[in-house]
């Protein structure tokens, strides 16, 4: 049973280019969510989506925006992309809210040159 | 605004003996603990949990301990095993601060053979 699927799982994009990850949720799972973790930090809350709407979102731009399609699996799009947008990104999928725990992917390596 | 503090960047222990990880948070809202272990070049993985209801949760060779009126919570490891050897990432949510979960920055745990 395939766990979180994410893809690519590194990229190299250029300052002001926009970017579009990846992610197949758990399966069984419906709901997925995105975080950000910069190199020694911990994961940052970006969004959450259930039923193909943005549930939640956190402390993060419009520049930031995503899409949970029919069959739950999820995409993150980052536009104008800035130097400090450099890092992890980690799909989550969950059922419900997720409240007892996430099951997380892999990542996305993301470096902005 | 860092909600969710890991203040031991690393830990070294020997195979054997206990390893203790800490982790504090501000938010008196939060009302669920969770403990993830994350190795290199894969997604953190859900180690443990415990609700705000109890102070103790054991599963296996992992405790986590909570004491509310601290805001403080540990991860108890024991025996400590080489395998062991990981980022440790506390987080925190509840129903009031809604869907997120809140990472502190993590512990690196070495488990010396």
């Known amino acids: 049973d395939a766990g979180v699927t994410q893809s690519p799982t590194h990229l190299i994009k250029t300052r002001g280019q926009q970017v579009t990850l990846r992610c197949s949720p758990k399966?069984?799972?419906?709901?997925v969510s995105w975080y950000q973790q910069a190199l020694g930090q911990g994961p940052q809350f970006i969004f959450q989506?259930?039923?193909?709407?943005?549930?939640q979102r956190g402390n993060f731009p419009d520049r930031f925006s995503g899409h949970q399609f029919p069959n739950y699996s999820s995409e993150l799009n980052v536009n104008a992309l800035l130097l400090g947008d450099s890092a992890l990104y980690l799909c989550?999928?969950?059922?419900?809210?997720?409240?007892?725990?996430?099951?997380f992917g892999s990542g996305t390596r993301l470096t902005v040159v | 605004d860092q909600q969710v503090k890991q203040n031991s960047p690393s830990l070294s222990v020997q195979e054997g003996r206990i390893s203790i990880l800490n982790c504090d948070y501000t938010?008196?809202?939060?009302?669920?603990f969770l403990w993830y272990k994350k190795y290199p070049a894969e997604g953190p993985t859900f180690l443990i949990s415990?609700?705000?209801?109890?102070d103790k949760n054991e599963d296996g060779r992992f405790t986590v301990f909570l004491n509310k009126s601290a805001k403080h919570l540990s991860l108890h490891i024991v025996p400590s095993q080489p395998g062991d050897s990981a980022v440790y990432f506390c987080?925190?949510?509840?129903?009031?601060?809604?869907?997120?979960?809140?990472f502190g920055t993590g512990t690196s745990l070495t488990v010396i053979p």
């Open positions: 989550a999928s969950s059922s419900g809210q997720g409240l007892y725990g996430y099951t």
């Open positions: 399966s069984g799972h419906d709901t």
């Open positions: 989506y259930y039923e193909e709407e943005e549930r």
């Open positions: 938010n008196s809202m939060f009302d669920y």
């Open positions: 415990i609700s705000s209801i109890k």
């Open positions: 987080a925190a949510s509840g129903q009031v601060v809604g869907n997120q979960f809140y």
